[in-house]
């Protein structure tokens, strides 16, 4: 069935950086839009950022432009968030997630989410 | 802060109907972008409820339905159940932000 499992999480230092990865299964997941959405503990989603496709585009919320930056790679069907200079603000559970199609937007996939904890 | 305001927590008796609101403004709802609700149990991760602001997916009762107008939209539950209580956001999109989400709505059933 169709399925997105994030791994990658765990317990880093501020200021250090963080890979996470997102695997896709169940469907042709070079057809589809994806992106990274946090929850802090307790909190409210959070939407990070978007990749077309292809790879051609990304969008960046401002919370995270210039320090996060997401890839894919439709041969291997993962998604990536490269995480630098992390705060402890920036703990959370990282879910990634499928647009349902190119205009619209929303998510009708989601993965079970993995969690990053920044603490010295 | 949430660009989507969601009130904080909404209840209901089980059988009755409940509402819950979500407010953008002119660069998200306002012009004229579906809004999308969710659902979410503690400790998973959140279900596609509602989209494009009245539309059920597969497998959601029909005593979920969704409405928009001007720049605010609604969730209405009716025959509300016990296996309801969840928290709920809403979600769309805007123009300079990207992806906007609420701050979700906690429902209690009474």
């Known amino acids: 069935q169709e399925q997105l499992v994030e791994s990658g999480g765990g317990v880093v230092q501020p200021g250090r950086s963080l890979r996470l990865s997102c695997a896709a299964s169940g469907f042709t997941f070079s057809r589809y839009t994806m992106h990274w959405v946090r929850q802090a503990p307790g909190k409210g989603l959070d939407w990070l950022a978007f990749?077309?496709?292809?790879?051609?585009?990304?969008y960046y919320a401002d919370s995270v432009k210039g320090r996060f930056t997401i890839s894919r790679d439709n041969f291997k069907n993962t998604l990536d968030l490269q995480m630098n200079i992390l705060r402890a603000e920036d703990t959370a559970f990282y879910y990634c997630?499928?647009?349902?199609?190119?205009?619209?937007?929303?998510?009708?996939?989601w993965g079970r989410g993995t969690l990053v904890t920044v603490s010295s | 802060q949430s660009v989507l305001t969601q009130s904080p927590s909404v209840s209901g008796a089980p059988g009755q109907r409940v509402t819950m609101s979500c407010t953008g403004g002119?660069?998200?709802?306002?012009?004229?972008?579906?809004v999308h609700w969710y659902q979410q149990f503690p400790g998973t991760a959140p279900k596609l409820l509602i989209s494009g602001d009245n539309y059920r997916p597969s497998g959601v009762p029909d005593r979920f339905s969704g409405s928009k107008s001007g720049t605010s939209a609604s969730l209405a539950i009716t025959g509300l159940q016990a296996e309801d209580e969840a928290d709920y956001y809403c979600q769309s999109y805007d123009s300079r932000l990207g992806v906007v989400f609420g701050g979700g709505t906690k429902l209690t059933v009474l």
């Open positions: 997630a499928r647009q349902f199609s190119t205009y619209n937007w929303y998510f009708d996939l």
């Open positions: 002119s660069s998200d709802i306002g012009a004229g972008y579906d």
């Open positions: 990749i077309s496709y292809d790879g051609s585009n990304q």
